[in-house]
């Protein structure tokens, strides 16, 4: 919605300060290691920048999808590592080509789905979130089947929004985010060392896909007029 790096409004600053200093506070107190504070961090500028249409949010992304699909693989979330390696790494590729070839003077082009496609939507999430829990629940070692299944879902699903420009995309990352937090939840409650780290995270997802389709509604609307 921004040029490259301007724009910025006291919401987004303070929002991000915030969350930087959870994450050092975190680092310290827990003893996570440099590598799960980059992952965190990253994590936090991608979908900052997304919630502003800013092409950077790809850059920020490809390490983090590389860092959190190695977090989920010790933590046995196959279904994350596969989303995160055959998924996100080319649709950031895609994604940021995508974003790059629709702008109008600098700014992205914002859109909005009629209710047809939003029913659409909702009807390949519930048929995909059943069908590959019901599909990882097979594989041995295999944490939580069901709320990973969800996640790797509404992730695939939200990021098809996302590089398509669709403020809808935020609706389903506002799900997702709910149930990755509830998905670290039980990691941490059976002993992970990142859940505590990866919670704050994922709050602070939750948190930016509210801001991000509030923003994104609005660029929707301009765009339209």
Do not use: H
């Not at 092409?55 to 989303?83: D, K, P, Q």
């Not at 629709?102 to 390949?124: H, I, P, T």
Request: glycine share 8%; proline share 1%; with cysteine.
């Amino acid at each position: 919605m921004d040029k490259t790096w301007g724009g910025w409004n006291l919401f987004e600053i303070v929002w991000l300060v915030l969350f930087t200093s959870i994450a050092v506070a975190f680092t310290f107190i827990s003893k996570d290691s440099l590598f799960g504070f980059t992952v965190f961090i990253t994590g936090v500028l991608c979908v900052v920048l997304a919630a502003k249409g800013n092409l950077m949010s790809y850059v920020f992304g490809m390490y983090n999808t590389v860092g959190y699909a190695y977090l989920a693989y010790i933590n046995g979330l196959f279904g994350e590592v596969m989303l995160n390696l055959l998924f996100f790494v080319p649709m950031n590729v895609v994604g940021f080509y995508m974003w790059k070839n629709n702008r109008q003077d600098g700014n992205l082009s914002m859109r909005q789905m009629n209710l047809k496609w939003l029913f659409l939507v909702v009807a390949v999430c519930v048929i995909g979130c059943l069908l590959l829990g019901i599909g990882l629940s097979f594989i041995p070692g295999q944490n939580s089947p069901y709320i990973d299944a969800i996640t790797t879902v509404l992730s695939i699903v939200a990021t098809f929004l996302m590089v398509s420009r669709f403020k809808e995309q935020w609706l389903v990352y506002i799900v997702l985010n709910m149930f990755t937090v509830l998905l670290w939840v039980i990691r941490m409650l059976e002993g992970s060392g990142e859940g505590v780290l990866m919670i704050v995270m994922w709050s602070a997802y939750l948190v930016n896909a509210a801001y991000g389709y509030y923003n994104w509604n609005k660029g929707a609307k301009e765009v339209s007029a």
